[in-house]
Nanobody, 119 residues
Framework: QVRLVESGGGLVQAGGSLRLSCAASGNIFSRDVMGWYRQAPGKQRELVARIDSGGYTNYADAVKGRFTISRDNAKNTLHLQMNSLKPEDTAVYYC?????????????WGQGTQVTVSS
């Protein structure tokens, strides 16, 4: 089984920075796609950033240029460096691992970590 544990959330002022981490354990494959999603109150969960086994990344338009996703396959960890934070970045951030591709895949989720950006 797969276990994902996030850390690093908290309260920060607008313009500040936070670094989220996700520790993965269990049946982990370096080829799995890893990502960060977020969900604000009253909104659907949305993709923030994703990284594949080769290091290819893609970001939501709202965070491009401010957030950086990275992974360490040897340590089974995933990070999200968040700079120039805005109040609209406030949400619960979830670590995600996707196994498979196309229309056949399984998603694993962490429990989430709260990020609150004050104005």
């Amino acid at each position: 089984q797969v276990r994902l544990v996030e850390s690093g959330g908290g309260l920060v002022q607008a313009g500040g920075s936070l670094r989220l981490s996700c520790a993965a354990s269990g049946n982990i494959f370096s080829r799995d796609v890893m990502g960060w999603y977020r969900q604000a109150p009253g909104k659907q969960r949305e993709l923030v950033a994703r990284i594949d086994s080769g290091g290819y990344t893609n970001y939501a338009d709202a965070v491009k240029g401010r957030f950086t996703i990275s992974r360490d396959n040897a340590k089974n960890t995933l990070h999200l460096q968040m700079n120039s934070l805005k109040p609209e970045d406030t949400a619960v951030y979830y670590c995600n691992m996707r196994r498979g591709g196309g229309s056949v895949y399984v998603d694993y989720w962490g429990q989430g970590t709260q990020v609150t950006v004050s104005s």
